[in-house]
């Protein structure tokens, strides 16, 4: 299954972050199935097509597990399919557990579509103009795990060898030896967290007035499809509460099918131009 | 005007009674590169980051510092920010961020530099060390060396007057090392910013001074030109004349004028020829024993990566160290990886009699798991179930740790770096280690703890273990290694005994290698070149 190359991620965060917000926010809206198979059909295709069947495969136990459990815990219903221990399961339960199987489905594939369209940094970006201690508090962990596990792998093998082990011997004795290892790492990242310290007071950290370098491009497409998110989206809530479905069903699946059409037109640009 | 006047100062940390630094008076003027040298523990950190107010420890300070004219107390504190960059001797625990791009803005963002100047000096110092690749990666993905460079970027960024580094080259291999001390200086010369710079290895750094501090014991012991510090170090002998590079001591060997790069030297020692003959070390029966056995390993990190070892076949001998030396990324650290059983080689095997495998890391912090000395012996005894009577019949063996009971109750952080590879052995011994394994145990150590650890070496040799260790450093190599391995694209391109190694190279050599080849016998450390009268 050959994997498309996710244009989509070149945006600016902050349209991908409105974008995103929009999309999810109106996942959880809609209860109408016409709305929400819409959603999962698109979702299902941008997911797959940027990332592989990997992400889908893993949201079907979730999805069966929804499916078999609606209709056991709830019995609403006025068509009985069959009883279990006195208790009816009926086909309205068994279609509802269905309909939340698949919002659920939309969910994670937008979050895993997101995921690789919005990495960390970026992320962090659009808040450092606006929160710099907190983009920076939390780069900082970000750097933190990162070697507080690389740590912990050193140590571990070093104590190993004299005599230290996590693997073998009896259980109290490798719990033991596992806080052993816990208190010397955090000592250490403690020790090394002093010298990170006078490093940023070096620099300056603290000072008033602090700056963030513009590291995004916002284009004309970034417009476009801050725009297109905004208007269509409020669009789309406001046609459904005046309950013209059919109008609402089509600009919401043109609005869900944005990553889709930007990603297609970027291909047959490159396309073009070679 | 000079960039900085240092009058009598004098510093005393809180609860201390003795003074660390007294009466220290010198001048740097601009554009001026001062080496600071100085034995562990003599006061030169302390010194180092009082130059820079917003680093200085908290304690009592007497006489007075300026910069630019300015005293350094009442001088704007956004402004020294600024002016002083300040490098640190971790590469890694000076780095804030994630990501190699906020790290380097990190200094001109708290500055409030303004967006579009910020990216055009950091377009001109990427264009100017040739590093933009840099930028693209995360902190953690880099080596020790693009950390030490990613630093040296970042307190660029704000184009300070002044850059006081202190120890930057300590944990760096020779070549990263050698890379980053001409950036340095050229920042000194082509830009007029002042260096300050500590280092123990001074080896190529006495040719790029303009002036050398000796510190000694708190004091000044010598401010003043290269050529004379030379003479002073010299005069004084003991363990100062070792802050000598080798090119300078074979000078005063020879009764000559110092030199300072191996071209010099190798001037003089021609025009001696005559009155030098070359005794080489003499070294012992090797042992022929082979207790670890590795044969065609083949491991990668990734199924789709390149082979890190490539059909490696090693025999580990017991009683005997090999020294294993090679380019970065040539494979050395994994194999010592895969010889320990920490990874598992996907092809080939790595025969071991029961023979028990330690691997000591570079840092021996990573083996302390207790608050006090006594403690964590405490802790290794038991987990090996030993008792006192075999920490006693430890000891005794061993010359090596005669006083070490004086250590018991400090906190193993504490000790200088010879007494943490003591406590490492000491372990080691307790877990009846058959096989040591070290990876670059001697970096960022000195000369006297660099002799310590040849010394447990050495311990251990007698004791019938089989040591192989790591090492950048070709002087280490050649004084502690009995065979030496040449690592290449993930195999042993060649192993011999060391000094026929060393003598097959042009390339790969000592200092004193390098200033006798071709000339007399090769001669690869000052203790073999003998001067007749």
Redesign the interface.
Known sequence: MKRYYNHFEKLHPITLIIYFIGVIFLSFMFDEPVLVSINAVCALTICVLSGGWKTPLYALPLMLFVIVLNPLFSHTGSTVLFYINDNAVTKEAVIFGVRTAFTILSALMWFSFLNRSLSS?KFLYVFSRHL?NTA?MV??I??CT??FS??YK??S?????????LKKGSLS?RLK?GA??L??VV??GL???V??A??????????S???????YFFSVSDALICAAAILGFSGVILLWAMKTNAAAAAVYAVLLNIPFLFNLVKEIKWKLIR | MEAYKVENFSFKYPGCEREVLRNISFSIGVGEFVLVLGKTGCGKTTLLRNLKPTVAPAGKRDGSISFFGEGISCADEKRLIKSIGFVFQNPSSQIVCDSALDEMCFAAENLGMPSELIKRRMAEICTLFSTSELLDKKTDELSGGEKQMLNLMSVLMTKPEVIILDEPLAQLDPACAENFLRAVHKLCKDFGTSIIISEHNSQGLFALADKVLVIEDGTVGFFGEAGQAASYLSEKGGSLSEYLPVSARLCEKLAAPPAFTCAEARAVYRDNKERISVKPEKREELCTQTILRAKNLVFRFEKRGRNILNGLSLDIKCGCALGLVGANGAGKSTLLSVLSGCLKAQEGKVKNDGAKVCLLPQNPDYTFLADSVRRDIDLTLKVNKKDESDLAELTERFQIFEGFEKLYDRNPLDLSAGQKQKLTLLKVLIADGDVILMDECEKGLDAQAKRELGEVIACLKRDGKAIVFISHNPSFVYENADETALIFAGEVIARQPTREFFCGNEIYTTPMGQISLDITESAFTLEEVCVSE
């Open positions: 940094d710099p920076l780069s900082m970000f750097k990162a070697e690389l740590q050193n140590m093998s070093c104590c190993e060898s004299l005599g230290f082990s004795s030896t052993l290892l208190t010397a000592g250490a020790e090394s967290s010298d990170t006078v490093s940023m007071k070096s620099r300056g950290y603290g000072l007035g602090k700056s963030a370098v513009k590291r």
